[in-house]
């Protein structure tokens, strides 16, 4: 077997590279490099949900990138298998089953711009030769090697297919990938749809489709390649040929649009002091994980993911509630996610945010709903100000639990009378390492006040909710 082996930059520095991150000094490398990385968001280390986070952190990105130490042929190695059912027939492409396809493979990857996580829905087809099929499984457990690399889609399913190509030398290869990145907090807006996966894709991500195509799928006069997309629209999925492979990665990633200041292979001298040394602190998070950082698609790798820590650093201002704008209202107004029922109860649904995971460094996003009783004078939170409660308590490092109590415990401290607060979430930790629960999210509550005694106002405000998930308000 012809087996592709390399990873996808010089085999000589791949295979050092490796060696260098294999061991248990390679995790203590990343372990270290987090603890820089904490210092410099502002945080304490000794802080309790911070303690074991270097460890976590560093776990995560190696089993994210245990791709590099992973061979084709150790995977394929005997799970070729002789077709079975006709004898002394030669059916298409000189095998009897013709196209073999396995469709909605679901795999996470570590965008190579931001080491951020994206999603992938795989989609693999091979046309049967020399009347041998390979164990359907060992297909996603190939891609799955491809996949847990610093990755840009084109070049993963470039890899993906020409692996398979090499190894067991099919009449053609093809595959297929939908892929979503989680946007930047910059670009998010107050109005936007909630991010949530569904079977069509992640609303809220950038999305991108791409597809590379070996042997018999290349040929025009062939049939394979139009037989592969009909199998794919069976499962509502198409495909039309079009992304240009050389702007691909700049569109790809949201961090290629920030114009972080990098040259000639080396960061600008803007970025100093902290950040200086948390761009080294990246730079051996990338060499350790067997990758070469000075491969020209890694170069602004660190400043780009320093950037997007920095999003979630440590802020010393405290929320002034004096400032926040509160405004007569009509006990009857419905407007976007924003209803006030009659008996003094305001219900504000759909505020977006965007939090990091102290325990990961992993971000978790979704959306929150606030209800409170407002004061004797009718008056109620303005909801431009609840979203700066939102963004004030979420962007930093947080878990979801206590993110969902600090903003029910700010917004009773402006009304007083009781405060319900629901966050649902779907955390990048949970979907993209271990488990991977693709579709998985957590849900949590927290009330003061009347709600904490009221089991009708909770059920009123639970039911607003269900109203407006019912009718596409969110997820």
Same mark, same amino acid.
């Given at each position: ?242 992304? @240009?492979? #050389?702007?691909?990665?700049? =569109?790809?990633?949201? %961090?290629?649009? $920030?114009? *972080? /200041? ?72 419905? @407007?976007? #996610?924003?209803?006030?029922? =009659?008996?003094?109860? %305001?219900?504000? $649904?759909? *505020? /977006? ?123």
């Amino acid at each position: 077997m012809g087996a592709l082996d390399d990873g996808q930059f010089d085999a000589n520095v791949a295979e050092t590279a490796i060696v260098r991150g294999g061991g248990g000094s390679g995790a203590m490398e990343i372990e270290d490099a987090v603890r820089i990385l904490l210092i410099g968001l502002g945080e304490n280390l000794e802080r309790e949900g911070l303690r074991k986070t270097p460890l976590r952190v560093a776990k995560a990105f190696r089993e994210g990138t245990r791709g590099y130490g992973q061979k084709v042929k150790d995977i394929l190695q005997g799970a070729l298998f002789p077709e079975a059912g006709f004898d002394h027939v030669t059916g298409q492409a000189g095998g009897t089953g013709g196209l073999v396809v396995v469709r909605d493979i679901n795999l996470f990857s570590y965008c190579e711009s931001c080491l951020l996580p994206f999603s992938i829905r795989c989609h693999i087809g091979y046309v049967t030769s020399g009347k041998r099929v390979v164990g359907l499984s060992k297909l996603s457990r190939v891609a799955d090697i491809f996949a847990k690399r610093l990755q840009e889609p084109q070049r993963l399913a470039d890899e993906l297919s020409h692996a398979l190509q090499n190894s067991f030398t099919p009449a053609g290869v093809s595959v297929i990938l939908y892929c979503w990145h989680i946007q930047f907090p910059e670009v998010v807006k107050c109005d936007q749809i909630p991010w949530y996966p569904s079977e069509s894709g992640i609303q809220g991500w950038l999305q991108t489709s791409v597809c590379s195509r070996t042997g018999v799928f290349k040929d025009k006069n062939s049939s394979f390649w139009e037989e592969f997309k009909l199998l794919l629209k069976f499962r509502g999925a198409s495909f039309t040929l079009g992304n @240009s492979r #050389g702007t691909l990665a700049h =569109a790809w990633c949201p %961090s290629r649009s $920030l114009d *972080l /200041p990098e040259g000639n292979g080396r960061i600008s001298s803007l970025l100093v002091g902290a950040q200086s040394e948390m761009l080294a602190a990246v730079t051996s998070i990338i060499w350790s994980l067997g990758e070469d950082p000075f491969r020209k698609e890694l170069v602004g790798t660190p400043a780009r993911y320093v950037h997007w820590l920095m999003k979630f650093k440590k802020s010393i201002l405290e929320m002034k509630n004096n400032g926040f704008l509160l405004h007569k209202t009509d006990p009857h107004e419905s @407007s976007n #996610g924003h209803v006030h029922i =009659a008996d003094e109860m %305001s219900t504000e $649904l759909n *505020l /977006p945010f965007c939090a990091q995971c102290e325990h990961h460094l992993l971000p978790f996003h979704g959306v929150v709903h606030v209800g409170y009783f407002y004061d004797g004078e009718k008056k109620a939170i303005d909801r431009p100000a609840l979203q700066s409660m939102v963004q004030f308590f979420g962007c930093k490092l947080q878990v979801q639990e206590r993110l969902t109590k600090q903003i029910a415990q700010e917004v009773d401290s402006v009304t007083g009378k009781g405060v319900m607060v629901v966050v649902e979430a779907n955390h990048i930790c949970m979907i993209s390492r271990g488990i991977e629960k693709t579709g998985s999210s957590t849900a949590t509550i927290a009330v003061t006040g009347k709600f904490s005694s009221d089991a009708s106002a909770k059920a009123l405000f639970l039911e607003a909710i269900s109203r407006n998930a019912a009718s596409g308000g969110f997820f």
